[in-house]
């Protein structure tokens, strides 16, 4: 079996989606401070930061439920 054709391990495709999720809120918070003067994109800017840190929340809370079934 080749390594493409392995399954992925699950916590490395966690750990993919939370720095893809982090990534979301640098770059929209570089976007925020380049666009202080535009009240409307400043908002859309801080709503994306705002998802993906709920979703980044939602991520942890899957991380933390098998160890805390341990």
Same mark, same amino acid.
């Given at each position: 079996? *080749? &390594?493409?054709?392995?399954? $992925?391990?699950? /916590?490395? &495709?966690? @750990?993919? $989606? ?6 979301? %809120? #640098?770059?929209? =918070?570089?976007? %925020?401070?380049? $666009? =202080? /003067?535009?009240?409307?994109? #400043?908002? &859309?800017? %801080?709503?994306? #930061?705002?998802? &993906?840190? $709920?979703?980044? @929340? +939602?991520? *942890? ?5 098998? +160890?805390? =079934? =341990?």
């Amino acid at each position: 079996m *080749t &390594a493409d054709h392995l399954p $992925e391990d699950p /916590g490395r &495709a966690l @750990i993919h $989606e939370f720095r893809n999720l982090l990534a979301v %809120i #640098v770059n929209y =918070s570089e976007l %925020i401070a380049e $666009e =202080s /003067g535009d009240a409307a994109a #400043v908002k &859309a800017d %801080i709503q994306e #930061v705002r998802s &993906a840190a $709920e979703r980044a @929340i +939602a991520l *942890t809370d899957q991380l933390a439920r098998p +160890a805390a =079934s =341990s």
